[in-house]
């Protein structure tokens, strides 16, 4: 049973709506549904504490993991470990729908502080400057390090 209110974030042009909180399983994991617009990519960056599993639910993204693409439609799943450099695009310029699952539950404190409440009404867009800083400054109080400038020249 949920505890708390499901709350929409967006982070890295991907809206991320937090279905399941740690505070909701005791910390034993984090559920969240995002939407892709298109045309999105996470930083490569790793986990040191948490892993993720990402649950194609419509469109379609791309994987990268530790240097290897693996494309993934709807009906499919990732396991990305921690430890394991990875990153995740949306380069369709087509919507995509996926859960991400991240175990134990520390990605939804990280996406608390990196990224921002999206406001009813508001689409998820590319992130400004000011949302670039706040993901680099929180992800090392996560155990996330970024491994590559982000975005390409950022």
Not at 10 to 21: D, E, H, N, P
Not at 68 to 94: C, D, E, M, W, Y
Not at 114 to 127: K, Q, V, W
Request: aromatic share 6%; charged share 25%.
């Amino acid at each position: 049973m949920r505890n708390s209110e499901p709350k929409t974030f967006v982070l890295a042009g991907t809206a991320m709506k937090r279905l399941l909180s740690g505070h909701d399983t005791k910390g034993q994991f984090c559920l969240f549904e995002n939407v892709s617009g298109g045309d999105t990519q996470t930083p490569v960056h790793v986990h040191a504490n948490d892993d993720e599993t990402i649950h194609m639910l419509e469109g379609e993204m791309t994987a990268v993991v530790d240097g290897t693409p693996r494309r993934l439609t709807a009906g499919q799943s990732i396991f990305l470990a921690r430890g394991v450099p990875h990153q995740l695009l949306n380069a369709s310029r087509r919507p995509a729908r996926y859960l991400l699952i991240g175990t134990p539950a520390i990605f939804d404190r990280f996406l608390e502080e990196a990224g921002r409440e999206l406001r009813p009404g508001e689409a998820a867009r590319p992130p400004t400057p000011q949302e670039l800083d706040r993901l680099r400054a929180a992800a090392p109080k996560f155990g996330i390090t970024l491994l590559a400038a982000w975005p390409a020249g950022g």
